[in-house]
């Protein structure tokens, strides 16, 4: 089974930048898709991004297109979210996710979520 623990969360002003990561570790998973999506406070979690298991697929929410990146580098299994222009509303709990296919994750019923990592991003 798929395990994944996120990192690079914190503290940002308006405008700025953040590199989230998500490391997988498990027998399958180089071969899953994964993804992000988040939860604000009072808010149900929302999908931000997902990248199929070779790269070449990428989805994102509207909310982040443009200002928001997606990638990965499957001989370290882990996953990367750059996310610039950060916004006062981009503040919440982000959560790695990991599924057979991009659409399972954007639909937010992916195979494993991770623990999540607070991003804030002040005014």
């Not at 700025?16 to 899953?32: E, F, I, N, P, Y």
């Not at 898709?33 to 929410?61: C, D, H, L």
């Not at 990146?69 to 610039?84: E, F, G, H, P, V």
Request: aromatic share 8%; hydrophobic share 35%.
């Amino acid at each position: 089974q798929v395990q994944l623990v996120e990192s690079g969360g914190g503290l940002v002003q308006a405008g700025g930048s953040l590199r989230l990561s998500c490391v997988a570790s498990g027998r399958t998973a180089g071969t899953h898709a994964m993804g992000w999506s988040r939860q604000a406070p009072g808010k149900e979690r929302e999908f931000v991004a997902a990248i199929n298991w070779t790269g070449g697929i990428t989805n994102y929410a509207d909310s982040v297109k443009g200002r928001f990146t997606i990638s990965r580098d499957n001989a370290k299994n882990t996953a990367y979210l750059q996310m610039n222009s950060l916004k006062p509303e981009d503040t919440a709990v982000y959560y790695c996710a990991a599924a057979v296919g991009t659409a399972k994750i954007a639909m937010g019923t992916p195979s494993k979520w991770g623990r999540g990592t607070q991003v804030t991003v002040s005014s």
